[in-house]
Structure formats: C-alpha cells, structure tokens
C-alpha cells in the first residue's frame, strides 16, 4: 500500500513534521546529569498518597540535580475528570513542598513546552501519528464494540490470548479500497499501531528501581488514537516526555506491563527513551497479611486525612521518606536538627517491591518531628490547624499568644524534649487546664492517702511558695513540706523502707499536681505554676482545700 495516500487521507490538516516539532521543543541546555522529571496526574480530583509518593522522588531527584520538574495534566479521559481537580492537586502538592518549575498551573501554562494539558496536545499527536501512517507503522480500525466483543468471545473459546493483533487484527492488512470506503461511509474508527513483536521474544530492560528486567515482546496492535482523535495514555506518553525532554519517568509499577509497549513506540517514533523509575505500590498490614491500600477501604490513602488527622506537612514528608529510602532514618538519628532538603535522597535506596504504610511508624515520626519544632513553630503550627479544624482551640491560643508559646515551650530545646505531640489534636487535651474556662478536676486523689495529710500538705505549700524561687529553692521547699509531713523527702530511702513513711515527697507533688491541673499527670509543675502565676495556683489550691 501506498502509505502516502493512507497518511493524507487519515490526516490531510496536518502539515507540520517531526523536524518542526523539533524545532519548537529544543533540547533543553541543562547540565550534565540535572534531572528533567514530570507529574503527570488525570485530574481526577483524589491526590493520594501514591501521588505524594511519585512527587516527592521526582522531585528530590529534580531538584538534588539541578534539573527541573514539571506538572502534565493527563485529560485525555473527558469522562474522570472533575472540576477543580487541577487547583486540588497543585495545592495539595505545594502544601507538601513540592513545587513545579513549569508546566500546568491552575488556570493556564508557565514554560516553553506546552501546552501542559493533554487535550491541548491534539495536534501535536497527529504531526506522530501521520508520520507512523507514513511508515506502515500505524493503520485504521474501524471495528465496531460488537465486532471487539465478538472478537473477545472467540478468543476466550478458543482459548487464545486476549487483544487486538495477528490473525484477529482484522484491520491490519486492509486495501486502501476498503479503508476508503469507511472513511466515505464516515464509520468512526481508531488508529492502531502496527506491532512487529512476538511473545515468543524477550526484551532486557534496566529499571532504576527493579533492576534488571526481562519483559516479553508487546505483539498487540493498541490503539494510539481514540474514534475523537484524541490520544490513548501510551502514544501520548511517548510523544510527550520526548518533546518535553523529559530524562526520567517515575510511576507507579502498574505501567510495567505496557512498558514493551511503551519502548516499541519510542524506536518507531525515532526517539531515545527516558530512564525509567517504577515504583512498588504502597501496602498496609490487614490483619496477618499485606495489601496495597485501597482508595474504598482506606481513608488514610487520601492526601486530605492527613491534615485534618493534624499530622504537621514535615511528619507526613519526614515519614514518607523513611518510607522511601532505607537510610533516612540513620540519617535522622546522626542529624537530628539538619533540615530534611539536606539528606541526599537517592532511588537506590527505595525497595522495588513497594513500601509497607503503617500509621503507628508515622505518628512515632511525627512525635519526633514536632519534639523538635520550636514552641514559636508549634504554635504556629497549631494555630494554622485550629483555625480550620477547632475553633474553640484557636480563639484560646490568639487570645493570649505569649502565654500559650510559654505553654507549648515546657521540655522543648533540651537535648531530650519532650514528645508529647503525634497530631495537633493532642495539643488541647495537654494544655486545656491553663485555661480558667476549661480548667476541670478530671483526675482524683488516690484512696490510701488521709485527707488531712493532703490539706496539710496543701496549706504548707501555700505558706510557703514563692515564685521568685528557682526551681531547686522550690522542690527543696516541697521536699520540707514532706518531712513535716512524716513523708519521705530522700525517694532512696523511701524506696528502702516506705512503710516507715506516709508517702513519699513524690505523692506531696501529686497533691499538687490534681489541686493545679486537675490530673495526676501534666508536664513539669514548677515551669505549670510559674506560667499560671502565683494568683491563680492560689486559687487553685484554695478552691480544692474547701473540697476536703
Ligand atoms: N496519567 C498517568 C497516571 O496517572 C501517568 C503515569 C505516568 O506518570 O506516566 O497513572
């Protein structure tokens, strides 16, 4: 067949070439080895943690590199797409620090190798799909769904593979005659690609991720273009990371399969292929067993669960690299107070079968991050969630800024801080008793003590505290308030022989402990008191003496 005559027939608008496209998206002038890298989401409006997972290698890698990362929006499928879903997922992605040099942005293009949105693309896929019309490499089907499903049906009785290709390519080898005719008839049809490939063969690939592969020949004549002319995934895939220059494709695992596909299409188009990176799936443990989460069953996949769980965006980022690579946590450990952009993120380090998600290891991470952050940071931080997520909690914090950060500031800076926060909703339940408004007697005062040694021991702290003392002068004055008492103030000695003594002056501090904060645990007493001041720990103690 004169494959001229098919080419023009197929696409007589189109009159530019590949030389032209070439000359529209020129080789990028980066440095040797800078990484050009590429989000390519549908908008479908679920950003999920599988997508931070792609973002955030793309973007280490990117940007560690010198290189850059683009965002491509993938709308080839009219049907899945929501409105909003391009705004969702930039902003669901910045907030995790991942930001794009170029490409979609919410309501246009930023960069010289656009259009960023595939159904802008439409002519630019043509210039492709005429040129493999030219090559004998592409050709028309005009097969209806009932002929496709008849086809399906005969294969499975026959017990032969499934899909378009060798004698069941019925379109294949067709006369220009015949082809001719549908088109005049004006039968909708879809462009195939002509596949050379055998299942017989076995191609050798190297992923950065799954190392050395061998993956069986693509003998399937998929479709490139839909009956509409618009792109499958496939065609798009290479005509696009070609001309955007991209140099490393990073995806999810479950494009493996089409990969031969993928790489037949990358020779016949004349183009070299990027590296490939795919990424094992995230799993979870479901009872004794693992499996890949599920956007159904597991709400914890969702990009928004984190955030209104409370999870600060450096828990969810510090967590995922634990996850990504195996090294990070040693890395942590030897530099606890170095900003996470400083590790070296590499994808060696990432494990090819996938990566197994457990909250319980994030909400450990997240203690860690958030034990680190200064008190002004917490607060920050804190506010910023309570004003979306707890409004009773943020007019408390504004109200009173310096004496909340003097809150959140207790056991924070030392070499071991306290690590009292997974999410920020441990905050109220921590600090409420400041608050005159939520103060509540929640805890009571273990039976074995007499109620007069607790009122004793209450009116002599009162008679005695002072909070100009630091806080050896205060614990020495308590420790008196013990030995008044027939309690023990030495715990050594306390330990060797308790029933020689009432208590110890640990059980005196807990007497104050429920008269200030109403529980018998809190944070440190003496920093609790001298933030409450003197007037209040006054009160406190006065309004719990006329309860006993
Ligand atoms: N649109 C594809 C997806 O969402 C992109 C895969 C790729 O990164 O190439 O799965």
């Given at each position: 067949m004169d494959t001229n005559v098919l080419a023009n027939l197929l696409f007589p608008h189109v009159t530019l070439t590949p030389e032209d496209m070439e000359q529209r998206f020129p080789t990028r002038n980066l440095p040797e080895g800078a990484v050009i890298s590429r989000m390519a989401p549908s908008p479908t409006g679920f950003v999920h943690l599988g997508n931070l997972v792609q973002g955030l290698t793309s973007e280490r890698m990117c940007h560690q590199s010198g290189g850059l990362l683009f965002l491509r929006v993938e709308d080839t499928d009219a049907k899945r797409e929501v409105p909003g879903a391009v705004q969702t997922l930039i902003e669901g992605l910045r907030h995790y620090n991942i930001n794009f040099d170029e490409g979609a942005t919410i309501d246009g293009d930023a960069g010289n190798y656009g259009p960023y949105r595939q159904r802008q693309r439409v002519e630019i896929y043509h210039v492709y799909a005429k040129q493999l019309v030219l090559q004998g490499e592409a050709y028309p089907c005009f097969c209806t769904e009932?002929?496709?499903?008849?086809?399906?049906?005969?294969?499975?009785?026959?017990?032969?593979?499934?899909?378009?290709?060798?004698?069941?390519?019925?379109?294949?080898?067709?006369?220009?005659?015949?082809?001719?005719?549908?088109?005049?008839?004006?039968?909708?049809?879809?462009?195939?690609?002509?596949?050379?490939?055998?299942?017989?063969?076995?191609?050798?690939?190297?992923?950065?991720?799954?190392?050395?592969?061998?993956?069986?020949?693509?003998?399937?004549?998929?479709?490139?273009?839909k009956s509409d002319g618009i792109p499958t995934y496939h065609f798009a895939h290479a005509v696009d990371d070609h001309l955007m220059r991209t140099t490393h494709v990073v995806r999810g695992d479950e494009w493996l399969p089409t990969l031969p596909f993928h790489l037949q299409l990358f020779r016949s188009l004349g183009f070299k292929p990027p590296k490939y990176l795919h990424i094992g799936p995230l799993m979870k443990m479901d009872g004794e067993s693992k499996r890949k989460l599920s956007k159904r069953k597991d709400p914890e996949l969702a990009l928004t669960y984190y955030r209104a769980a409370g999870f600060p965006v450096q828990s969810v980022y510090e967590y995922l690299?634990?996850?990504?690579?195996?090294?990070?946590?040693?890395?942590?450990?030897?530099?606890?107070?170095?900003?996470v952009d400083a590790f070296k993120f590499s994808h060696k380090k990432m494990n090819p079968a996938g990566s197994l998600f457990d909250e319980a290891k994030l909400r450990d991470v997240?203690?860690?991050?958030?034990?680190?952050?200064?008190?002004?940071?917490?607060?920050?931080?804190?506010?910023?969630?309570?004003?979306?997520?707890?409004?009773?909690?943020?007019?408390?914090?504004?109200?009173?800024?310096?004496?909340?950060?003097?809150?959140?500031?207790?056991?924070?800076?030392?070499?071991?801080?306290?690590?009292?926060?997974?999410?920020?909703?441990?905050?109220?339940?921590?600090?409420?008793?400041?608050?005159?408004?939520?103060?509540?007697?929640?805890?009571?005062?273990?039976?074995?003590?007499?109620k007069s040694d607790i009122k004793a021991a209450l009116e002599k702290f009162k008679a005695t505290y002072d909070p100009a003392d630091d806080s050896n002068l205060w614990f020495d004055k308590i420790k008196a308030v013990?030995?008044?008492?027939?309690?023990?103030?030495?715990?050594?000695?306390?330990?060797?022989?308790?029933?020689?003594?009432?208590?110890?002056?640990?059980?005196?501090?807990?007497?104050?402990?429920?008269?200030?904060?109403?529980?018998?645990?809190?944070?440190?007493?003496?920093?609790?008191?001298?933030?409450l001041g003197k007037d209040r720990v006054m009160a406190r103690i006065d309004a719990m003496l006329a309860t006993l």
């Amino acid at each position: 067949m004169d494959t001229n005559v098919l080419a023009n027939l197929l696409f007589p608008h189109v009159t530019l070439t590949p030389e032209d496209m070439e000359q529209r998206f020129p080789t990028r002038n980066l440095p040797e080895g800078a990484v050009i890298s590429r989000m390519a989401p549908s908008p479908t409006g679920f950003v999920h943690l599988g997508n931070l997972v792609q973002g955030l290698t793309s973007e280490r890698m990117c940007h560690q590199s010198g290189g850059l990362l683009f965002l491509r929006v993938e709308d080839t499928d009219a049907k899945r797409e929501v409105p909003g879903a391009v705004q969702t997922l930039i902003e669901g992605l910045r907030h995790y620090n991942i930001n794009f040099d170029e490409g979609a942005t919410i309501d246009g293009d930023a960069g010289n190798y656009g259009p960023y949105r595939q159904r802008q693309r439409v002519e630019i896929y043509h210039v492709y799909a005429k040129q493999l019309v030219l090559q004998g490499e592409a050709y028309p089907c005009f097969c209806t769904e009932e002929e496709l499903a008849d086809i399906h049906a005969r294969q499975e009785a026959e017990k032969a593979n499934f899909g378009y290709f060798g004698k069941w390519a019925v379109w294949r080898d067709r006369s220009i005659e015949e082809i001719k005719a549908e088109l005049d008839k004006g039968t909708p049809y879809v462009l195939r690609f002509r596949s050379t490939g055998s299942i017989e063969n076995k191609i050798k690939f190297t992923d950065l991720i799954k190392g050395n592969l061998e993956l069986t020949e693509n003998d399937i004549d998929h479709v490139l273009l839909k009956s509409d002319g618009i792109p499958t995934y496939h065609f798009a895939h290479a005509v696009d990371d070609h001309l955007m220059r991209t140099t490393h494709v990073v995806r999810g695992d479950e494009w493996l399969p089409t990969l031969p596909f993928h790489l037949q299409l990358f020779r016949s188009l004349g183009f070299k292929p990027p590296k490939y990176l795919h990424i094992g799936p995230l799993m979870k443990m479901d009872g004794e067993s693992k499996r890949k989460l599920s956007k159904r069953k597991d709400p914890e996949l969702a990009l928004t669960y984190y955030r209104a769980a409370g999870f600060p965006v450096q828990s969810v980022y510090e967590y995922l690299m634990t996850v990504l690579n195996s090294n990070f946590e040693d890395w942590r450990r030897a530099n606890p107070d170095a900003d996470v952009d400083a590790f070296k993120f590499s994808h060696k380090k990432m494990n090819p079968a996938g990566s197994l998600f457990d909250e319980a290891k994030l909400r450990d991470v997240s203690k860690n991050v958030i034990s680190r952050m200064s008190a002004d940071r917490v607060y920050d931080e804190v506010c910023a969630f309570a004003k979306d997520y707890d409004l009773d909690l943020y007019r408390h914090l504004t109200a009173a800024p310096d004496y909340s950060k003097a809150i959140l500031a207790i056991g924070r800076g030392g070499k071991k801080p306290r690590k009292d926060f997974a999410v920020w909703t441990d905050v109220k339940p921590y600090l409420d008793f400041f608050f005159d408004d939520w103060f509540q007697i929640t805890d009571t005062y273990p039976e074995n003590f007499a109620k007069s040694d607790i009122k004793a021991a209450l009116e002599k702290f009162k008679a005695t505290y002072d909070p100009a003392d630091d806080s050896n002068l205060w614990f020495d004055k308590i420790k008196a308030v013990a030995d008044e008492l027939g309690f023990a103030s030495d715990m050594k000695a306390y330990r060797e022989n308790p029933t020689a003594f009432g208590g110890s002056v640990a059980d005196v501090s807990m007497f104050l402990r429920v008269a200030v904060t109403g529980r018998l645990n809190s944070p440190d007493m003496y920093a609790v008191m001298q933030i409450l001041g003197k007037d209040r720990v006054m009160a406190r103690i006065d309004a719990m003496l006329a309860t006993l």
